[in-house]
C-alpha cells in the first residue's frame, strides 16, 4: 500500500492550495482517507476525515468552511482544497487510510504517506 501526497508549497495569507493524495495497492473505495498535518513541536492533528463513500466528512473547527475534503474513488485519489490560508496552517500535511475505526486520532489510521509541506507566508 502506498499513499503519496503532492501539491504542496508556499502560499501568501489568503491564498489557496489544492492537496492530492493518491492511492495505490489497496480497493480505495473500501478506505476512508483523513489528513493530518504537524506543525515544528507540536503534535499530529486531524485536519479532515472522508469516509469510504465520500458521503461523511468531517473537519477541525480551526479548518472549517476554509477547507474540503473531497475524493474520486475511480482516480483512487483525495483531495483537500485549501481556501484562505493563513500563517497558522503552516505544517507538513499527511493523507491517511483506514478499512475500520469509529476515531479519529493518528493511531486510527493504518497508512500514511510521506507528507508535503505546506508553508502559508508574506
Known amino acids: 500500500v502506498q499513499l503519496v501526497e503532492s501539491g504542496g508549497g508556499l502560499v501568501q495569507p489568503g491564498g489557496s492550495l489544492r492537496l492530492s493524495c493518491a492511492a495505490s495497492?489497496?480497493?480505495?473505495?473500501?478506505?476512508?482517507v483523513a489528513w493530518f498535518r504537524q506543525a515544528p513541536e507540536k503534535d499530529r492533528e486531524l485536519v479532515s476525515h472522508?469516509?469510504?463513500?465520500?458521503?461523511?466528512?468531517i473537519y477541525a473547527d480551526s479548518v472549517k468552511g476554509r477547507f474540503t475534503l473531497s475524493r474520486d474513488n475511480a482516480k483512487s485519489t483525495a483531495y483537500l482544497q485549501m481556501n484562505s490560508l493563513k500563517p497558522e496552517d503552516t505544517a507538513v500535511y499527511y493523507c491517511?487510510?483506514?478499512?475500520?475505526?469509529?476515531?479519529?486520532?493518528?493511531?486510527?489510521?493504518?497508512?500514511w504517506g510521506p507528507g508535503t509541506q505546506v508553508t502559508v507566508s508574506s
Open positions: 491517511a487510510a483506514r478499512r475500520w475505526g469509529a476515531l479519529y486520532g493518528p493511531n486510527e489510521y493504518n497508512y
Open positions: 472522508i469516509s469510504a463513500s465520500g458521503r461523511n466528512t
Open positions: 495497492g489497496l480497493t480505495f473505495g473500501d478506505y476512508a
